[in-house]
C-alpha cells in the first residue's frame, strides 16, 4: 500500500465512524502527495461523498486548490 492509498484507506475508516473533519483531513494529505497519480474511483467517490458537505469545502479550497 503506498501513502495515497493509505490516506484514503484512513479518511474511509474515518468516514465510516462518522468522524468526517478526520476523513476530510486525510483526504487533503492524500492529495497533498499526489504528483502525476492517478485516483481509483473509490479514491474519486469519497472525495465527492467528503465535499458537498458545505463545511469542509474551505478546507478543500485553500489547503488543496
Same mark, same amino acid.
Given at each position: 500500500?503506498?501513502?495515497? $492509498? $493509505?490516506? #484514503?484507506?484512513?479518511?474511509?475508516?474515518? #468516514?465510516?465512524?462518522?468522524?468526517?473533519?478526520? /476523513?476530510?483531513?486525510?483526504?487533503?494529505?492524500?492529495?497533498?502527495? &499526489?504528483?502525476? /497519480?492517478?485516483?481509483? &474511483? $473509490?479514491? &474519486? $467517490?469519497?472525495?465527492?461523498?467528503?465535499?458537498? /458537505?458545505?463545511?469542509?469545502?474551505?478546507?478543500?479550497?485553500?489547503?488543496?486548490?
Amino acid at each position: 500500500m503506498n501513502i495515497i $492509498e $493509505e490516506y #484514503f484507506w484512513k479518511a474511509n475508516m474515518a #468516514f465510516q465512524t462518522n468522524r468526517l473533519n478526520d /476523513s476530510c483531513l486525510f483526504i487533503c494529505q492524500a492529495l497533498e502527495q &499526489l504528483d502525476q /497519480s492517478h485516483l481509483t &474511483l $473509490e479514491q &474519486l $467517490e469519497l472525495i465527492w461523498m467528503i465535499i458537498p /458537505s458545505r463545511k469542509y469545502i474551505y478546507i478543500f479550497k485553500f489547503k488543496i486548490f
